[in-house]
């Protein structure tokens, strides 16, 4: 490692967050399946116990696993029963990317995963537990992620009372990590970091990690029990990884791994790599998601960084390993817009938009040709220094400076490449050492080097204390008889939308400008409702319910979610005065005034320009919610109906634009009638906390990938085209595990809750589309609303 890298990961350890956790990991291991890469041990020692011990291991994976049973923790000599990963690919009819946990007798203890884990970004806390004398059988074995035990499976076989593990941790053959035995060999693909193993011992999750304000982290294993054959392998010997450092001596051999697989990406310190999830199906990505290898002369293989920036100076490096013929051309450079893969797209161009140096030498931004650079080849080191304060780029060639690019749009940013006929580039975006020292003040792309969210796990204000989800049950109890009170949120409510997920009841949305047991369905065109056992309170952690059945029938199931809005004002921003509970770290204001049948204004108190705006009428019928999107400016569609903006209707429905202190209203009905009451809630995007955008379908389950910046707690999708589809909402408390598919379909009559769909991945960093369904995925733009539950920067893997 080269000093400028120590002194980039002690600097980072310091700032950005990097005091967040109580214990940092310094290295992890990168395995690459096509060098077989593994470590592996053959035990002297009887172990302590066959009947209890305990596996651990993080893990970062990178979705391009060789086989259907890959061990990324152990197999024990011929077998591959141990400890197993996932099925990359779907065979023996199971889902693909499953974890399946095995026993080592004849009758085969199972534990086979219904959820699926496929996100890249981040980093996975994986643990099992064998404790086959304990006297439930479901509890013999048990798997945890990221602090949590899973129980829902789609294979489970309880092992025996007292049952051994045979062959575990034995003399009679290899402990493998990495590989899978048998005449097939089969590699993992991806990063391993404190792989644990405790022989004798059934810990608990808390003895290897801890929940700090929502985020799993880990905890320091120097202290516990590791018995005969345990071990603990840290991976800070980079000219020996599998160095046992539990004392035990338990030293492994390695086999196709190299001093240059030690890491410095780990779980507390999670560097970028390509996003196989928003790479082209002709990209060949390898060695942990850095190497990219563009196979097709038809199609440009675009790549994009796991990690993007809107602010800050960042550096990384391109090495060119392969240029086939004239006809290749490796691209690098940033893009401002991940594309879809098609022909003739690449790195800078002006659907993507960005800077992009070609390997001519030709440099193109936006589309157009700028200058022109020397040209580079087979073993050159493109340097690429992002400057997005100063909206400017500028590239070197084996460390000297070709030239800088200026006037850069003021947008998100991803470390981009292209690859095209053969040719083959290595990323390092600070992960290993730069072959180069970079330019003062830049970093290495990594969390520990973002800036602090203003709302996060190590922020003054937590995501869950200005927006959250709970789930709850009714009781049917009234008002008079006591009630029922859902305390579950750590804020005072502004707004609160209430479903009931087993009948076609619609969803009522309280406000605190409107004050308790008022409401507005969200998913029809009711006018306000007043029922006094509907809402009757806000609370400081929540609010109290009477009997209505919209919101507390005994026995049913409940989604709630609220947000965080302010102090309620009066605002004279605009030509019309209007009452404003504004929220403006969050970007959430809720509006209300009194119609005039004038075209005017209305202020809404956010000091930035709103991305989405949802007008109602109030005392009318038939008067559904009216909703505005910056993506679409000059049209509007219905939040309660199936329309699309393809009605030609609605491009007349915006008289002018929303500016940072005011909306627009027109004289129709819908939004500002003579003397008649009027809501709006505005939301405006904010940075690891929101997301407000349209993303362009590709009608495959391959779906496209969404970059939010944040792992998403509640998301809600539209398409921009077809009339016949609905809002489509979904969420991780409802789905706490992937894939999502527990929604419901906002419309004039109300759903109930459906499971019909695979619709989404939600991931650390982001969304992935897994559905062809027209409802996320069919043709054509789709609306998205995100909101987080931690910022990337924190998030783990899901």
Not at 369 to 393: C, P
Request: charged content about 15%; aromatic content about 12%; glycine content about 10%.
């Amino acid at each position: 490692m080269s000093n400028f890298t120590k002194l980039m990961q002690q600097a980072a350890a310091g700032v950005g967050g990097g005091d967040f956790y109580p214990y940092t990991i310094d290295y992890s291991c990168r395995f690459n399946n096509a060098d077989n890469a593994y470590l592996a041990k053959t035990f002297s020692t009887t172990p302590t116990s066959r009947t209890t011990c305990t596996d651990s291991v993080w893990v970062k994976l990178t979705g391009k696993g060789n086989g259907y049973n890959v061990n990324f923790l152990l197999g024990t000599g011929g077998n591959w029963e141990a400890l197993s990963f996932v099925e990359p690919t779907n065979t023996n009819g199971w889902r693909a990317d499953q974890i399946r946990s095995t026993g080592m007798t004849s009758t085969q203890p199972t534990l086979r995963t219904t959820s699926v884990y496929r996100d890249y970004g981040g980093w996975f806390h994986f643990m099992r537990v064998w404790d086959s004398t304990n006297a439930t059988a479901a509890d013999r074995h048990r798997l945890y992620i990221n602090g949590v035990r899973l129980t829902d499976f789609d294979e489970q076989v309880n092992a025996s009372l007292n049952q051994q593990l045979v062959e575990w941790l034995s003399t009679s053959g290899a402990t493998n990590i990495g590989i899978s035995g048998g005449s097939t060999v089969q590699s993992f693909d991806g990063y391993m970091a404190e792989v644990v193993v405790l022989d004798g011992t059934a810990a608990s999750p808390t003895d290897l990690g801890e929940l700090k304000n929502g985020v799993w982290v880990p905890k320091n294993p120097s202290g516990l029990s590791f018995g005969n054959n345990g071990f603990y392998l840290d991976f800070s010997n980079s000219a020996a990884l599998g160095t046992d450092v539990s004392g035990n001596g338990n030293n492994f051999t390695s086999s196709g791994l190299t001093s240059s697989d030690q890491m410095i990406d780990t779980p507390t310190n999670n560097f970028a790599t390509l996003n196989s999830l928003a790479s082209s199906v002709r990209t060949t990505l390898s060695d942990g998601n850095l190497v990219s290898f563009g196979n097709n002369s038809i199609e440009d293989s675009v790549d994009y960084s796991t990690i993007a920036v809107t602010s800050g100076k960042w550096y990384w490096e391109e090495k060119i390993n392969a240029i086939s013929s004239a006809a290749s051309y490796p691209c690098v450079g940033v893009a401002r817009i991940i594309q879809q893969p098609s022909n003739g797209k690449y790195t800078g161009d002006s659907s993507g938009g960005g800077v992009g140096y070609f390997r001519t030498g030709a440099v193109h931004k936006e589309g157009s040709s700028v200058a022109t650079y020397a040209t580079f080849t087979t073993n050159d080191v493109i340097g690429v220094a992002l400057d997005v304060d100063n909206l400017e780029i500028k590239f070197y060639k084996n460390g000297t400076l070709q030239g800088t690019v200026t006037g850069l749009t003021s947008s998100i940013y991803y470390m981009s490449n292209t690859n095209y006929y053969n040719s083959q580039t290595t990323s390092n975006f600070g992960q290993s050492s730069f072959a180069y020292t970079p330019p003062t003040g830049f970093e290495a792309l990594s969390t520990a080097n973002l800036p602090e969210p203003t709302i996060g796990p190590n922020s003054t204000t937590k995501t869950d204390e200005v927006f959250d989800v709970v789930l709850y049950t009714g009781n049917g109890t009234a008002i008079g008889s006591g009630g029922k009170t859902i305390s579950d949120y750590n804020f005072q409510p502004d707004m609160v939308w209430i479903k009931d997920r087993s009948s076609s009841t619609q969803g009522p949305m309280f406000t605190v400008t409107r004050g308790p047991t008022k409401y507005v369905n969200v998913d029809g065109g009711n006018y306000e409702v007043t029922d006094t056992e509907s809402l009757t309170s806000f609370t400081s952690t929540g609010f109290t319910l009477g009997s209505s059945s919209n919101v507390n029938a005994n026995g049913n199931s409940y989604f709630s979610c609220a947000w965080k809005g302010g102090t309620e004002v009066s605002n004279t921003d605009g030509s019309i005065t209007s009452n404003v509970s504004a929220n403006t770290d969050t970007g959430i204001s809720i509006i209300e005034w009194t119609g005039t049948g004038t075209a005017g204004t209305i202020g809404h108190g956010l000091g930035v320009v709103p991305d989405f705006i949802d007008y109602k009428r109030l005392p009318s019928a038939d008067s559904g919610h009216l909703t505005w999107l910056s993506s679409d400016p000059t049209s509007m569609l219905y939040l309660s109906y199936t329309d699309g903006t393809a009605s030609a209707r609605y491009t007349n429905y915006m008289n002018a634009q929303p500016t940072t202190s005011t909306i627009p209203v027109t004289t129709l009905y819908e939004i500002n009638a003579s003397g008649i009451a009027y809501q709006a809630m505005c939301f405006a995007e904010k940075e690891n906390f929101s997301k407000i955008t349209k993303y362009t379908s590709n009608a495959s389950t391959d779906g496209p990938f969404i970059y939010c910046g944040f792992l998403p707690k509640w998301v809600l999708i539209k398409s921009a085209n077809l009339n016949s589809t609905n809002w489509l909402l979904l969420d991780v408390e409802r789905d706490t595990y992937n894939v999502a598919d527990h929604t419901w379909l906002i419309s004039q009559l109300g759903q109930a809750e459906s499971t019909a769909n695979d619709f989404i991945d939600i991931l650390s960093n982001g969304i992935k589309v897994r559905s062809t369904n027209t409802q996320v995925n069919s043709s054509g733009g789709y609306y998205l609303i995100a909101f987080a539950e931690n910022p990337f920067k924190y998030a783990n893997a899901r």
